[in-house]
């Protein structure tokens, strides 16, 4: 059994071993980069609680499988998400996604925004299903950049 939950500062060091424990397709698929830590720019928000950031844990047994986050800027959001191997394609992701949905609109936002590999084939899915419009990313042919309009 799993459950989410909001993240905190203090649970920096389990979602580092985390981050370290995600295949390298799984990582690069989430950051872009064979990155084997969270970044420092997360890390940050999160020991600090940035209130610019939701970051949301898929936590069993008390480690975590899965991480998503909410940047908020101004009336739009940035959400990504990264489950760990073992637990994809278990409803995990859809969960995590919707749950960063639920605290986009909390927040009064009227537009989510999500970027990913092209080649993600079930980010891409996840990303339709939770009613995200897919298109060529203007700034990396690599890459495409998802938007849902959020409704008031």
């Not at 989410?4 to 203090?10: D, F, M, N, S, V």
């Not at 499988?65 to 959001?77: D, Y």
């Amino acid at each position: 059994m799993w459950h989410l939950r909001t993240a905190q500062g203090k649970d920096v060091d389990a979602l580092q071993r985390f981050v370290g424990n995600l295949s390298l397709a799984t990582r690069v698929q989430r950051f872009f980069a064979p990155l084997r830590e969270l970044p420092g720019e997360l890390v940050r928000a999160l020991r600090q609680a940035d209130p610019a950031h939701c970051f949301v844990i898929a936590e069993a047994d008390g480690e975590p499988i899965g991480l998503g986050q909410l940047a908020l800027r101004g009336e739009q959001g940035e959400v990504a998400l990264v489950v760990a191997d073992a637990w994809q394609s278990r409803g995990v992701g859809a969960r995590l996604l919707a749950q960063l949905l639920v605290e986009a609109s909390r927040h009064g936002l009227r537009e989510v925004m999500l970027e990913t590999l092209a080649g993600n084939r079930g980010m891409r899915a996840l990303a339709r299903r939770g009613g995200f419009d897919l298109q060529r990313h203007p700034g990396d042919p690599e890459l495409l950049l998802g938007r849902r309009q959020l409704t008031a």
